[in-house]
């Protein structure tokens, strides 16, 4: 049964506009903000992450940002549980909490839960492929009802990504694909979710992702790169942002191409994100400007939610 306690997630891509956009939001609603960024946890990276200065995060207490040292392992799975810990006890006092990001994995992880999957067995996604190009997918629908008749009979059967997903985790376990999808149903969300997806124009957005690049670069990002070279094997690293300038530190080109990397690779992240985010029939899409349209949607969910 849902309390009437509201999440409402705010995805979208980078520079698109969401700090700006949610403290406006936690102000309306006089609560705080979780982030589901999976680099802005680390203390020690803040400029290629963007992460919201002291100034930027409004007066608004903002959770998740510099909790963590980059010395420590952390990963979606713990972010899930200190998540639903944190907002047990934010509901205590706040009837809505907003929480904002685009890490599609993290967002995921908070708002459904993740599935402890075992290793996929090499090869065998490749097989599974080739027998859907070859032999048509119902073919591969009746496999999954042999091998796993309780998750056959919820799957789509026209997905075929779904279906191939389930069969790859069977063959590669020897077990059905439903016996691991339970630890996500452990903890269940006693609150409702709203999620909104914030976009702009693609040259719009573009443009503010060059020049954000820009300011932070002028802002000291390859200093923050050099003082990171003993981690960057870290995953957290291994990301837009700091690939590039590493890989310009070690000589592999000039820094006017870093730049253009930098840029490019951001525009084609945002690309990746709306990908993700787009694929999630649960996202109302508006644009950042639209904050007043934003809130009334927020509260017809919020009503249609108390009614039933």
């Known amino acids: 049964m849902k309390n009437g306690k ?31 960024d999976s680099r802005q946890f680390f203390k020690e990276l803040s400029i290629g992450t963007a992460k919201p200065s002291p100034e930027e995060q409004g007066g608004v207490t903002h959770h998740f940002i510099d909790s963590h040292s980059i010395l420590e392992e952390y990963n979606a ?26 890490s599609g994995l993290y967002v995921r992880a908070l708002c459904e839960g993740l599935d402890e999957m075992p290793e996929i067995l090499p090869g065998v996604r490749e097989a599974l492929t080739q027998q859907l190009a070859q032999d048509g997918l119902p073919t591969l629908v009746a496999q999954l009802q042999e091998l796993d008749p309780v998750y056959a009979a919820q799957v789509d059967p026209q997905n075929p990504q779904r279906v191939v997903r389930a069969l790859e985790v069977c063959l590669s376990s020897g077990q059905p694909y439903s016996s691991f999808r339970t630890r996500s149903k452990e903890r269940a969300r006693d609150f ?58 070690d000589g592999a080109y000039p820094y006017e191409e870093a730049v253009r990397l930098l840029k490019r690779n951001s525009r084609r992240y945002a690309k990746r994100q709306l990908t993700w985010f787009n694929r999630d029939p649960e996202v109302q899409w508006f644009h950042p400007g639209q904050f007043s349209e934003v809130l009334d949607y927020i509260k017809a969910q919020m009503r249609k939610a108390g009614e039933q």
């Open 6 to 36: 509201f999440l409402v997630v705010v995805v979208g891509p980078t520079a698109v506009g969401k700090t700006d956009f949610c403290v406006h939001l936690a102000r309306h609603f006089q609560t705080d903000i979780l982030s589901m």
């Open 77 to 102: 799975g713990a972010f899930e549980e200190d998540a639903l810990n944190l907002l047990n006890s934010l509901f205590q006092e706040h009837q809505v909490v907003i929480a904002t990001g685009g």
């Open 192 to 249: 409702h979710i709203i999620k909104i997806g914030l976009n702009r124009d693609r040259q719009e957005l573009y443009d503010r992702i060059d020049l954000r690049m820009d300011l932070m670069l002028e802002q000291g990002l390859l200093e923050e790169v050099k003082r990171m070279l003993p981690y960057r094997n870290h995953q957290a690293l291994q990301t837009v942002g700091y690939t590039e300038l590493f890989d310009y530190l």
